[in-house]
């Protein structure tokens, strides 16, 4: 999309702009400029992973757009990164006919069918050789999206195949989908593009602990939170879940008056990269194309066996006949195309016993039950324990001591239990009693009215201790190299460590003595705790736990004071006039920087 002349000439502008900013002098001249820059950097980051600004030179030129388009609204362009925010809630979603109907794909599941297909399809076009491009299978929500005169226009789900939702201002909070992208540098008027919409496996484990700290149920599987996420109403929710979309084909065009077809529009595999060139993520990189089917079939069990690498969800492969024109000759029936068909993946499902469930307690006191189950293979791995997260799931799963249950395992996402087997009780399992005392240091638990979850409110409880001590060294907050959670436990076992602030006092002369501790691992650990002092401080707003403070959150609060301790001053209603913070995350907020460790630790700190 961005030759390397263009990327330099882009970086170029986005320096002066950024000086520009610094010093207030961005004006309304600097307004084209400033919106291509910002699509350039967005591009970078969301498509190539590769991003050439930092974070918060990125919000700066961007809130310098949103007031220079806030005093010039006669200048504002439909497709300004502005533009992605949507007001307010959606009502509902006006159902629209797609201008090509969405239909499904034949599946198969085993080399004996590709190898039927293919025999068909050589039948039917004459041929005795077919090249075929194989891509991966996305597993997420399927959309479609229409694009006129470069911008996009609507997008809108499935539904029925011949009609879906509107979803645009949903689709629009996907960063990874282009509000406008250059079809008429190839002549093209209108298009229709199919896609798959994602959410990132590490994104979706991230936002159901979010969930589950807030004390509701967490989503079932990538999936479903994908498409599920489509049919929201409020699009600002939608743009917290950092969905992710995959365009994989092109299916319906027209042409400018005296256009010719380009050459990416003559095959599968061009136009995958036609797509990718106009700045939309397509499996340009992950697609092969193969002449014969064999090579196709050993391409799918390769791709089967790395699968679990990937970031997303994939659930087979898909093989499609690579010349477009051989794709018009073979057609479809009226379920499925011929010239196409999925290789699914073997299940990765499997029944096991639920032998017991134990209560585990976490950093903000919440209570988790956790199945202990016989252990069972499943998506390559031994799974023996699985979160049931809180009482209201193991009613709603009427989950049993002795069930046979059956569980899920989706790529590295953490294993689910899908539900339980009745037909398959012999009368001797045990209802599950959720304790009314914290299972560590026998308090009372407590549920607020709109939670799920039970919680120990003793802030000096043990288990509580150990794992706010657990996060804060953890990578994604203070980062403590060497400081894992074995060694938090074992120094805490040993009473080295009783809390936060005891981090920066710990005594190094009795670690000493500990086996497997020489002096280099000893300085290394030293120095990285000194090294944590210099974090910035939304990475210390993030480490403390804050109940509802995510990395996003400690961003923003971060941005609004100069000094962790200036939160001492702000009241409920200033904080939620930040953005982001809401009253639930607010009244945390204010709660937790009442709270007198906060400055032991601020002092331990040198801060």
Wanted: aromatic share 8%; net charge negative.
């Amino acid at each position: 999309m961005y030759s390397k002349e263009r990327t330099v000439f882009l970086q170029n502008i986005t320096n002066e702009l950024v000086k520009k900013e610094s010093t207030g002098s961005i004006f309304q001249n600097d307004i084209v400029q400033l919106r291509e820059v910002l699509h350039f950097h967005e591009y970078r980051y969301y498509i190539l992973n590769d991003p050439l600004l930092s974070d918060y030179e990125y919000d700066q030129l961007y809130k310098a757009l949103e007031k220079l388009e806030k005093s010039n609204p006669e200048l504002i362009s439909p497709d300004s990164p502005t533009q992605r925010v949507a007001k307010g809630l959606t009502k509902d979603f006006p159902t629209v006919q797609h201008l090509v109907p969405m239909l499904s794909l034949d599946n198969s599941y085993n080399a004996e069918d590709l190898i039927d297909f293919d025999r068909k399809a050589r039948e039917l076009s004459g041929l005795d050789m077919i090249e075929y491009c194989v891509e991966p299978k996305f597993d997420g929500g399927s959309i479609s999206l229409i694009y006129e005169n470069n911008i996009l226009v609507r997008g809108a789900t499935r539904g029925d195949g011949a009609e879906g939702d509107n979803v645009t201002n949903n689709i629009k909070q996907i960063r990874t989908i282009p509000l406008s992208a250059k079809f008429s540098d190839f002549g093209i008027q209108q298009a229709e593009i199919r896609g798959e919409v994602l959410i990132n496996k590490s994104n979706f484990v991230r936002y159901n602990e979010q969930l589950v700290e807030q004390g509701l149920s967490p989503l079932a599987n990538p999936r479903n939170a994908a498409a599920g996420t489509l049919r929201i109403k409020d699009a600002a929710e939608v743009a917290k879940r950092n969905l992710e979309a995959f365009v994989y084909h092109v299916s319906y065009f027209t042409l400018e008056e005296g256009k010719q077809i380009p050459a990416g529009l003559t095959s599968h595999d061009a136009s995958l990269k036609l797509l990718w060139e106009l700045g939309f993520r397509s499996p340009e990189k992950e697609k092969k194309v193969f002449t014969g089917i064999e090579r196709v079939i050993e391409y799918c069990n390769e791709f089967e066996q790395i699968r679990d690498t990937l970031p997303y969800e994939i659930d087979g492969m898909v093989i499609k006949v690579n010349s477009f024109a051989l794709q018009e000759k073979l057609g479809m029936t009226s379920h499925h195309p011929r010239w196409a068909i999925a290789y699914k993946f073997k299940a990765r499902q499997a029944t096991t016993k639920l032998l017991d469930v134990e209560f585990q307690v976490g950093r903000t006191g919440a209570v988790t039950p956790v199945a202990k189950l016989e252990p069972v293979a499943v998506g390559g791995v031994t799974v023996s324990s699985i979160s049931v997260h809180n009482e209201e799931y193991i009613r709603e799963k009427d989950l049993r001591i002795g069930d046979t249950v059956l569980i899920e395992r989706a790529g590295d996402v953490i294993p689910q239990i899908v539900k339980s087997l009745p037909d398959a009780r012999k009368g001797d399992e045990k209802v599950l009693v959720f304790p009314k005392t914290c299972p560590v240091c026998q308090n009372q638990l407590f549920k607020e009215e709109e939670e799920a979850v039970w919680r120990c409110i003793n802030i000096e409880c043990p288990a509580q201790v150990v794992e706010r001590i657990i996060h804060f060294v953890s990578k994604d907050a203070m980062d403590i190299r060497g400081f894992g959670e074995a060694n938090v436990c074992k120094f805490y076992d040993m009473g080295f460590l009783k809390d936060i602030p005891g981090i920066y006092t710990l005594d190094f002369s009795k670690i000493n003595s500990l086996e497997g501790f020489g002096q280099k691992s000893i300085d290394n650990l030293q120095l990285a705790i000194n090294n944590s002092k210099k974090q910035p401080l939304n990475r210390l707003i993030y480490a403390l736990g804050i109940r509802f403070v995510g990395e996003t959150t400690a961003k923003t609060l971060a941005q609004a004071v100069n000094h962790l301790l200036d939160f001492k001053n702000f009241s409920v209603e200033q904080l939620q006039s930040l953005e982001d913070v809401g009253p639930k995350v607010g009244g945390s907020i204010h709660h937790f920087s009442a709270m007198k460790k906060i400055f032991t630790c601020l002092k331990c700190l040198n801060v």
